[in-house]
Structure formats: structure tokens, C-alpha cells
């Protein structure tokens, strides 16, 4: 995925509605990977499985790498993504003790 909306804009109207239409992107694809979330804590076989730090530490180290090349400070994105991960560790853990229970 390549960045195709750089360009300099006319107003701040413009850049209003460029950001907006942005979110909305955002947002299909926090749904998406909202979806991956919830089969994770279907696919899981123990709860002790839900926290896997050393995949949180990968996906960091891919963010950071993918921040970079895209040129975005990766100290910026790293806390935006600790806090997606951490909130979906913890719906996981939900969707897992919903459907696991005794």
C-alpha cells in the first residue's frame, strides 16, 4: 500500500476533507483487522495463548521498519500501535472466554 494522497491543497477545507476521507480508511481497516482479532481468539486453543509478547515485540519491530521506509517517525507510531495492540489483546482475551466457556 502506497501513499497517493500527497499533494499540496488548495485550503484547509481541502485538507479537512482529505483527512476525513483518511479516517474513514482507517477505520475499514481497524475493521478488518478487528475481524483477524476475533478469529485469533476463536482459533486459540488455551487462554495463556491470547498474550504472545514476542509477536507483539515482531509486529512492533515491522511497524517501526514500515514507518520508516514510509517516512513517518517510527517513535510517532509506536505508541499508536502498543495501544491497538494492548486493546485488542484485551478483546481477544474477551472473544476467547466468551466462546471457551466452562
Known amino acids: 500500500m502506497t501513499a497517493t494522497r500527497r ?7 481541502e485538507v479537512r476533507e482529505e483527512i476525513d476521507a483518511l479516517d474513514r480508511a482507517i477505520v475499514a481497516l481497524l475493521a478488518d483487522r478487528m475481524h ?3 478469529e485469533a ?25 514500515t514507518a520508516l521506509a514510509a517516512g513517518i517517525d ?9 495501544d491497538l495492540i494492548e486493546r485488542s489483546i ?5 472473544v476467547f472466554d ?3 466457556k466452562s
Not at 499533494?7 to 477545507?13: E, I, S, Y
Not at 517510527?74 to 502498543?82: A, I, N, Q, S
Not at 484485551?90 to 474477551?94: A, K, W
Open 7 to 13: 499533494k499540496p491543497c488548495r485550503d484547509m477545507d
Open 36 to 38: 483477524f482479532i476475533n
Open 41 to 65: 481468539g476463536r482459533l486459540k486453543a488455551d487462554r495463556a495463548a491470547v498474550r504472545d509478547e514476542a509477536r507483539v515485540e515482531d509486529v512492533i519491530a515491522k511497524v517501526r521498519a
Open 74 to 82: 517510527p517513535d510517532f507510531v509506536e505508541p499508536l500501535y502498543r
Open 90 to 94: 484485551q478483546h481477544e482475551f474477551g
Open 98 to 100: 466468551r466462546l471457551h
